[in-house]
């Protein structure tokens, strides 16, 4: 059944619905003389249903009938809900772009899907992938949002697709931070393109926590505006990041930086050591300054001293001048030293005595 649509594309277009006769004909398969066509359709794996100028699919429906499709093409229509794929649970590559799609739902039952394309449509969330554990490659460019619109993640999809997801294409999406990703530690390669983001943070943060990631694409972001700001990333990267930019990254170039910024880290480190050291002085150093003197002063003192007294052992006649005096050396006054020296030489006088 079709029906004329004067609002499709802005053109005349005709509205396909999906029967059993289409789906004979979107098969490249051939119908045996006398084969039933029940079992003709169950050997299906690939459909091409995509639109045209002329035609076009605006609902998904009777797919059930070839419960062992592996490969959908579905792109050009205008599709709006995701709908009428729990019969195909055998899918593996689905290819809906530049469709009406407003959100991505109705997929639980698509537990063997390996790779999904949904560009060109109008999904603002990254959802609903929850029992998609085997999916590897995600491909969600130029969603066609309004301008207040920012693109988001959902936690349990990033959750599910932690392990699996190698690829994965958000370029042109309204996308302001890159926080959310930080789960996908399988990703490899990362087309960010064309976003909103601004903060280097975010992408040292990506760099730092994707440790599998090899291409990352951030041009037409005004975090690239920033000085220096390849020169950063670099630095940041992990040897196993080759591409940035889809601009080759050169090892020996990215060592130098990381030596070098090692260097300015130990500089700082030092500075901060002499800073902290000269306010520790601004602080106690002139009292500090005179007891140390003092300390080294007393130290050579007893050391002198106690040297003094084994002589006075030896002549008990000969009283030394400390003695005399009350003083320390050179007349100076060092109670404490002498305190020290007199109970030194009384023990070494009992002793001998015993």
């Known amino acids: 059944m079709e029906e004329v649509d004067g609002s499709a594309r802005g053109h005349a277009s005709r509205v396909r619905e999906i029967t059993t006769e289409v789906l004979v004909h979107a098969s490249k398969l051939s119908v045996g003389k006398t084969e039933h066509l029940e079992h003709y359709l169950k050997r299906v794996t690939h459909l091409t249903l995509n639109g045209s100028e002329k035609k076009v699919i605006k609902r998904i429906q009777h797919l059930q009938r070839c419960p062992n499709l592996k490969v959908l093409y579905l792109y050009d229509n205008e599709i709006q809900v995701l709908e009428g794929l729990d019969g195909v649970s055998q899918l593996t590559h689905l290819h809906l772009q530049n469709n009406w799609i407003e ?30 554990l085997y999916l590897q490659e995600l491909h969600l460019s130029n969603q066609r949002l309004s301008p207040s619109t920012v693109f988001s993640f959902e936690e349990e999809t990033i959750r599910a697709l932690s392990r699996s997801l190698r690829v994965l294409n958000l370029s042109n999406c ?66 196993r ?111 001998k005595h015993q």
């Not at 739902?105 to 790779?115: C, F, G, H, P, V």
């Not at 959310?180 to 393109?193: E, F, K, N």
């Not at 030092?270 to 300390?295: H, I, L, V």
Request: overall charge positive.
């Open 174 to 239: 309204h996308i302001t931070a890159t926080q959310s990703l930080l789960g996908l530690r399988a990703l490899q390669q990362l087309d960010l393109s064309k976003n909103l983001i601004e903060e280097l943070e975010d992408v040292f943060a990506l760099l730092g926590g994707l440790y599998s990631l090899t291409e990352l694409d951030l041009r037409s972001n005004p975090v690239t505006n920033i000085p220096k700001y390849r020169e950063k990333a670099i630095t940041f990267s992990s040897p």
């Open 103 to 132: 959100r991505m739902e109705n997929l639980t039952a698509l537990r063997q899907l390996e790779k999904v394309y949904l560009e060109g449509n109008r999904i603002s969330r990254l959802e609903g992938l929850g029992n998609c």
């Open 241 to 351: 990041l080759a591409l940035l930019d889809k601009k080759d990254i050169d090892m020996n170039q990215r060592r130098m930086m990381q030596s070098h910024l090692a260097h300015k880290h130990k500089k700082r480190q030092e500075a901060a050591e002499n800073a902290n050291n000269q306010r520790t002085y601004d602080t106690f150093g002139a009292s500090s300054q005179s007891e140390s003197y003092r300390a080294v002063k007393h130290g050579s003192t007893v050391h002198h001293l106690r040297n003094q007294s084994i002589a006075v052992g030896a002549s008990k006649a000969a009283k030394p001048q400390w003695e005399v005096d009350g003083l320390g050396v050179a007349g100076s006054s060092c109670p404490r030293t002498t305190a020290l020296v007199r109970s030194s030489h009384q023990s070494s006088n009992n002793n």
